[in-house]
Structure formats: C-alpha cells, structure tokens
C-alpha cells in the first residue's frame, strides 16, 4: 500500500477527468502537502458543458481549489492531442485485436509524460479505484495494468500514484463529502465502458504498443 504522506516531491500531476476518483485523489494529496497540477486530457470532443458553460472537470476544479486553496493549481491544464490514440487503436484495428481503455490509457499517460519531462515534474497521480478495478469493463485499473504503467513511468523517472486504488465507492464518497466537494456523478461516461475485457488479450495489446509510446515521448522531447 502507498503511503503518499512520504513525498519525495511537493509537486505532482493529477490526470483529472471531474469525477469522484480523480477528485479525491486530489483532495488526498493536497492534505499530504503536495502542490497540485491537474492534468484533462480531452479525446475528441471537448468538455460537454451544462446550461452556465460548466463542464463537470470546471465545476469540481472550482470546488476543489476552494477546498485547498494554496494546493491546487488555478489553472487546470487540458490537452488533446488524437494522434497517439490514432496511432495505437484506430491504425492498428485491421492488424490486430485492439482493446480500446488500454489505447486511452497509454495515450493519456504517455501524453502526461511529455507534460511532466517538460515541466520538470516527477509524479503523477491517476484516480483509478479499487471499486472498479474489480471488473473487467475497466481493465486498464485492475493491478496488472496499474504495475505495467508504473513500470512504464518509471523509464522517465516519473513515480506513480493511486492514492484510492483500495477504496470503495462509499469512502471515496466520503473523502470528498468531508470536504464539502460533491460526491455525485458528473464526469462523462467512457465511449468503451461498460463491457468486459479479456485479460490476456488486453497484456498482448499492451506489450504490442508500448513500444509506440516510447517512440512517442522520444519524438515530442526532440520536437
């Protein structure tokens, strides 16, 4: 189990959808006395935002600071950069079998990557769940996958955090509630949610397609 109050750096980059888990990882370490970035990567389509121009990533963003004002980071980085999620799941569809949450994963993180080698940050901090790491429609949080991107991380000397990794639902909830951050569900919901994945299909794909990320992170330094 990780114990996040032992940090060896102050700053750190939270991958930040809006939703409960992000958001308590957040909070989490922000009472560890880390300093905040977070981190939305947008694939395709940008934020759906409600009738007062409020995404759900604006609305607990907004929250979040006025919960831990001098931790979290008032600007909230967002990319969204397709190509690498071009390159490992659409390109790749009539060669190989493709497994979708994993293509966005390694997207999301290698793209994370790039962010942090150019700003100096060495920690990076995801709000997978231990709630839904138990099911197969969200392979890309069960513990193999978790150990294969630390490992990956760890190439770029970048740690890896998942602070509710072993939470359920309800003390996610709660982490939020103390806070007076709402715990209900805002974010959108995954375009490849809500099916089950073959595991070992899913560590081929991976181990298919790592090699594009490395490549891909080469390329974005020297560019």
Known sequence: MQNIFENKSKDVLVLFSGGRDSSSVAALLALAGYKIKLYTYQAGLPELTGPRGDSAPDIRHKELTQAFPEDIDRERIIEGSTYLIRKLAIEKTNIEHV???????????????????????????????????????YIEQSGDFVSLTKEFL????????????????????????????????????????????????????????????????KNMQTS
């Open 99 to 137: 497994i979708y949450p994993i293509a966005l994963a390694l997207a999301v993180h290698a793209n994370a990557v790039c962010y942090c080698l150019k700003n100096n940050i060495n920690t990076i901090a995801s709000g997978y769940s231990g709630y839904q790491a138990k099911e197969d429609r």
């Open 154 to 217: 760890e190439e770029y000397d970048i740690s890896y955090l998942t602070p509710v990794i072993e939470k359920s639902k309800l003390e996610v909830m709660d982490i939020l509630e103390r806070h007076n951050i709402s715990s209900n569900s805002l974010e959108n919901k995954s375009v490849f949610g809500g099916i089950s994945f073959d595991k070992e299909k899913a560590k081929a794909f991976w181990k298919s397609s790592i090699s594009l990320c490395r490549e891909f992170i």
